[in-house]
Every structure is written in structure tokens, then in C-alpha cells.
């Protein structure tokens, strides 16, 4: 009879104990918890750590980070106010097999770091929907890249623009088509150019779960929202140095998409999953 009474006693504090493991309500105040996540999604690899500041605001500080992505995007040669046909009949003298080829090949890379301050506003009190502002603040350069050969046919490019035939005629430049953009070679033989955004980036959003989980230990988070970073910006590093491109509203629209969109977006969409754990 005692053995059923001890194991009755142990079993009621063990389910009291699970109870409160997976029960346990906690109260939000200002910065009275504190609570550690890591996640992935559209900003790549992201660290936070999240305090209340009441009942229905908390404060969120992270890093994101991503890790070095290459590519290598083959460009359409561009041409402006009408300088095709005459490049076209004169290039070709200068190439090993007389021909123009239909690419120039490049190597790239994508860019993405920043930190993030963000205020989430819990609308409901027996929900984990949110309202998000704040902002992130980043690299202002998300991708370069720079030619990967054709140097021959790069430095005849550059001959021609130089010469002063085209000049003579009111003809335009020749390049390398990049979303709206010319990009022409430098004396060398050699195309450098990168896409900049502004580095403070506000941001807006919603989502789902607590930044500080108040019924368990452990929560799953997600989030969705926009980075405004403003109109971006096209450089290239010519034998004068660095200098931004202005745009050509006459091209053909043919090329790399990705590019093309990145080059022109003015923000960037977010969404991130997270795992999250209340410290204290």
C-alpha cells in the first residue's frame, strides 16, 4: 500500500513538473528576459538576442552575414545611338578569327552583410502575430565582378572608343550590356564594375512568434517584411577611376535578368525562420 501512495505522490509531482516545464506563462516587463535565436532565410545566416520592453513590445539586435557566392555571367555586347553597324564592320580586323564573339565572360560575386535593430508590436495578447519596424544597416557594395579573358577583343572595344571616326559621326559607345548599362573596358583590356545600395536600409514587416517565447523555453519564428535600400547604383573603374554609369533607356532588354533586377530594384524582400531560446 505505501509503494502505490509513493508512486502516486511522484506521479502527481511529475506531471505538475511537466506542467510547469510547458506551462510557464512568463511575465513580460521591461528587459526582464532575455532571449538568444539563430536563423536562416533571404538575409542568409542571421544571430539575434531579444528583450521585452513591455507587454507588447520587444527589441530585437542581430547580425546577418552570408557566405562568399561566385558566378559567372556571360554579357551581351551593348551599343548606343546607332554605332553597331560601323563597329561591326570594323572590329573584326582586329581579331585572331576575324569574328565577334557573342559573349564576354566575367566573374562575379554577391555580397551581403549587416546588423539589424528591430521593434516588434504584438497587437494581440493571446497572439504571436506582429507588426516589425526598424532598420538594417549593411554593405554598401552587394556585388563586383570583373572580366574573366577576351582581353583582345576588350582593348580593341576600347580602340574604338577612343578613335575618331566614331567620335566624328556623333556615335555612341560600345561595351558590355549590363541591365540598362554600358560597360566599357579600360585601356588595359579589362571590365571592373559593381552595384552599390544606400547602407541604412529601413525595414517593415510582419510575422509570427515571440522574439521572447513566454509559454515554453523554445519557439520557431517567422518573418516577412521589406529592406529599403534605395535606388542602386552602377560603378565602373576605368583609367580615370571610379565613376558611376548613368542608365540607357534604348537597349535591347535581352540579357541576364538577375543582374538586370538587381541593378535596378530599390529593396529587398526578407524572410527569415528562426529558432529562439529564452534564456532567462
Given at each position: 500500500m505505501k509503494k502505490y501512495v509513493l508512486i502516486s505522490v511522484l506521479s502527481?509531482?511529475?506531471?505538475?513538473?511537466?506542467?510547469?516545464q510547458y506551462n510557464?506563462?512568463?511575465?513580460?516587463?521591461r528587459f526582464n528576459h532575455l532571449s538568444a535565436g539563430a536563423g536562416i532565410g533571404t538575409t542568409?545566416?542571421?544571430?539575434?538576442?531579444?528583450?521585452?520592453?513591455?507587454?507588447?513590445?520587444?527589441?530585437?539586435?542581430?547580425?546577418d552575414v552570408m557566405p562568399n557566392i561566385t558566378t559567372h555571367p556571360e554579357l551581351d555586347l551593348g551599343f548606343s545611338q546607332g554605332?553597331?553597324?560601323?563597329?561591326?564592320?570594323?572590329?573584326?580586323?582586329?581579331?585572331?578569327?576575324?569574328?565577334?564573339?557573342?559573349?564576354?565572360?566575367?566573374d562575379g560575386k554577391y555580397k551581403y552583410a549587416s546588423g539589424h535593430l528591430l521593434f516588434d508590436v504584438y497587437p494581440f495578447k493571446k497572439?504571436?502575430?506582429?507588426?516589425?519596424?526598424?532598420?538594417?544597416?549593411g554593405n554598401k557594395e552587394i556585388i563586383?565582378?570583373?572580366?574573366?579573358?577576351?582581353?583582345?577583343?576588350?582593348?580593341?572595344?576600347?580602340?574604338?572608343?577612343h578613335w575618331d571616326v566614331p567620335k566624328d559621326l556623333g556615335l555612341g559607345k560600345v561595351g558590355v550590356k549590363f541591365g540598362n548599362y554600358i560597360l566599357e573596358p579600360d585601356k588595359d583590356g579589362i571590365i571592373k564594375t559593381s552595384v552599390?545600395?544606400?547602407?541604412?536600409?529601413?525595414?517593415?514587416?510582419?510575422?509570427?512568434?515571440?522574439?521572447?517565447?513566454?509559454?515554453?523555453?523554445?519557439?520557431?519564428?517567422?518573418?516577412?517584411?521589406?529592406?529599403?535600400?534605395?535606388?542602386p547604383k552602377v560603378f565602373l573603374e576605368g583609367?580615370?577611376?571610379?565613376?558611376?554609369?548613368?542608365?540607357?533607356?534604348?537597349?535591347?532588354?535581352?540579357?541576364?535578368?538577375?543582374?538586370?533586377?538587381?541593378?535596378?530594384?530599390?529593396?529587398?524582400?526578407?524572410l527569415n525562420v528562426k529558432c529562439v531560446y529564452r534564456i532567462f
Open positions: 502527481v509531482f511529475g506531471l505538475t513538473s511537466v506542467h510547469a510557464d506563462d512568463v511575465e513580460l516587463g542568409f545566416f542571421s544571430l539575434e538576442a531579444a528583450a521585452p520592453i513591455s507587454r507588447i513590445v520587444s527589441v530585437r539586435v542581430g547580425a554605332v553597331k553597324d560601323v563597329f561591326q564592320e570594323w572590329i573584326p580586323k582586329f581579331l585572331p578569327n576575324k569574328r565577334i564573339p557573342d559573349k564576354i565572360h566575367f497572439s504571436s502575430f506582429h507588426v516589425t519596424a526598424g532598420a538594417y544597416v563586383n565582378m570583373n572580366t574573366a579573358g577576351d582581353q583582345i577583343l576588350l582593348e580593341a572595344i576600347y580602340a574604338f572608343n552599390e545600395v544606400n547602407a541604412f536600409r529601413p525595414y517593415i514587416g510582419i510575422g509570427f512568434g515571440r522574439a521572447v517565447p513566454t509559454k515554453h523555453r523554445f519557439a520557431c519564428n517567422v518573418d516577412l517584411g521589406i529592406q529599403f535600400w534605395g535606388k583609367d580615370n577611376g571610379k565613376s558611376q554609369l548613368e542608365k540607357y533607356d534604348n537597349l535591347d532588354p535581352k540579357g541576364s535578368k538577375t543582374l538586370k533586377t538587381l541593378s535596378e530594384t530599390t529593396f529587398w524582400p526578407t
